[in-house]
């Protein structure tokens, strides 16, 4: 006798309180076994390459804000400093310690809040509110260097916009020691417990080869062992002068990618520490150019630049030709190539991993989208 | 005359539990909310005591939906047969010495019997919502709740066994008698028992059921206003019946110094076991389907059944 | 050491095509390279009078130059496979519109030799084609279905071409520079 079975379609968002923002994925379910995955997106495009093309240079900076708005700093970042390679610009040395502890201060603030709604998203509630205690701390400090909270649009094109009021670096420091308190409870409070490693170890596993192929970046290829960070390979800024370490996990699991998180939040403490002892007193926090003009004009020319972001490499390809206006900005957003992988991972895993195996993603649709 | 009093029990009864529900939430709500660094509930009232109260005011002012595409019969009975049972069983509940609804002398029998077709609320709740996260929330709570039930009943069978007894007063009686608690002969069924309430209970982290994180809200996905009220209602209601059930079975009912009266003993231990279902919930993540089943299955009804073999022979051995 | 790298790879991909077609141009040594003859790139830009250094493609990195009909999926594999390039990570790939004609840059990485590789593939503007090399690097992916949502070049070979960010139903490609956007039809009028 066979049983006549038929292939049940269930929609996984784009309402849906797990897929943090309008992601829609479509799964093909044979009982508990997804046979197929198709990730939809697009919900959110606000079309920001081409709004990029209206607007001069530094009017666009404001709306890397909103690609990933859990990581903003490093945005900016990364479209001043491909703006900046087409001028060939020095940058004073102030803002790119300003810079590097203001990103990484968000890059911690980042990986908070992944780490609370990871946990969530597992089932447990306190961890989300821990999280956000903490990352209150992080965002006060961001907060009164740029005076705001997620979209700082704090760099500029040569720079940063405000210099750290009085007394900011040793406020710094002051969280730096709270945070590095606060973040050993999340190993107490989490790592060790039996249910979270029974969900996360083994699931969701990538291979060295899938994270390469995939074009996968960030904490997931550092926890299947592959060991870019280009903060190290390819130091920008001025992380070249900093001592830290790269975490690095073989195992590929949703565990592995978990450590190499709460990992790096450690090496962004020891940066942001480093940086507030060797930040010089005093001194420009912009390039006099930068400055004085506001219609940049970089020459007719074109470059990537990439950057670590807390969600993987992000770049941008910047074409210039020799106007106020870019001809061309190509944003590679982290998490619009890491989510690719979901088609490919997510099949012959059972409905109860799929949002184990989402999360620890850590994906931002804003930044998806774009 | 006799059905007079029953039906003023069964009043009282129902009163008294709509007023430990509301402030069994509001506990709850409080001791997360601290446990979270934050005050919980204090807008409705002094400490947030008539918050509940609102909320349950405006569940009752909802409009009332039902999908187009739902069984609509089966909707509507599913969170009433899911309440009914779960308020039934408070009948044997013996609160004290001399406060008990129905004396019976098959009160272990009846609570488990009758506990059992909440599940049938739930799986019909799930099946006519017609919606996929609820089928699949009721599938999982009724293979979770059907696999937990048994070590919970064989966990009970322990304390049976020696008593002698399926009567919650004479099990009460019989503790008072040898001196302690049951919880220090029968610790290894106490520890079964707690585990297994827990699933049966749909309650973290073992609430599978109702994963918000990955089945939105499970079975009552579809359900909103009063029927949602009546199966939240079903869901405390119950758990109030658990923990009645391990404070006769395993900390002795209402015994304990004379200082106070047995009833508020009686209600002390329970509350201890709520709040300790609190506290797991503020601590732990979800566990999984297959996990949870595997531990079921694989740990739980082995030492359950390790317990009534250890219980029988020590029986026998004492005569 | 970029300028090794490009030669090698310049060597690599005329060993592959087997004939002088590759277009580079090289950034480091300043003052102009002399581009091959036959497949000069037709350089968009006109030297303007006040700019401060030369203007160049893709600073301090190797680029090369091929038109589409010179790119194939088999070039593609020998950048990948082969044992002195091992370019196995895909960073990036941009589509961008001129007036003549249009362009795709992969940006390529190798995690072994820890190299970097832009290939800018140029394709005539009207039916715009790059062979895709999805089948090679996964992570080309939605990538490429992102560059043929905005700009409408297509990806022979891509598994999966279809809009990924607009609407299937979206007509017209909005990144193209003559793209018009109908404020009316979108109710922003």
Redesign the interface.
Known sequence: MSINTEEMILNMGPQHPSTHGVFRLKLHVNGETITKAEPVMGYLHRGSEKLAEGFIYTQFIPYTDRLDYMNAMTNNYIYCAGVEKLLDWEIPERAEYLRIITMELNRIASHQLWWGTYLLDIGALSPFLYALRDRETVLDRLNEISGARMTFNYMRIGGVKWDAPDGWIEKVKESVKVLRENIAEYDELVTGNEIFQARTMNVGTLTKEQVINWGLSGPIARGSGVDIDIRKTEPYSIYDRFDFEVPVETKGDAYARYKVRIAELHQSLNIIEQACEQIPAEGDIIHKKGARIMMIKPPAAEAYTRAEASKGEIGVYVVSNGKTKPYRVKLRRPSFVNVSILQDMLVGESIQNVVAIFGSLDVVLGEVDA | MDLLTMILYAVIILGALLGAVTYAILFERKV?GY????PGPNRHGPWGLFQTIADVMKLLMKEDIIPTAADKKIFIIAPVLAFVPSFAIFATIAWSENIVGADLNIGVLYFIGISSITTLGVLMGGWSSNN?YSL?GAIRGVAQVISYEIPLVLSIIGVVILVGSLNFREIVLYQESIGMWLIIPQFLAFIVYMISAIAELNR??F?LPE????L?SGYHTEYSGFRFAFFMLAEYVYAIAISALATTLFLGGWLGPAFLPGILWFLLKMCFFMFFWFWL???????????LMGFGWKVLIPLALLNIVITAIIKVWMG | MSQEVLDLVVEKVHGFLGEEVLAFEEPEPEPEEEPKEDEKPKRRKKPEPKIERPADLNFGRPMIILDSDKWSVELAKMLRDDEELQFDFLSCVTGVDYDEHMEVIYNFYSTVKDYYLGVKIKTPRDNPSVASIEPLWKAADYMEREVYDLLGIDFPGHWNMKRILLQDEWEGHPLRKDYVTDKKALGLD
Not at chain 2, 35 to 38: A, H, K, Y
Request: proline share 8%; no cysteine; glycine share 0%.
């Open positions: 997360i446990m979270q660094l934050r996929k699949l973290s982290p609430d994963a918000e994180s990955e939105v919930r503020a601590t732990l993540p979800r566990a999984r389907v297959d996990h």
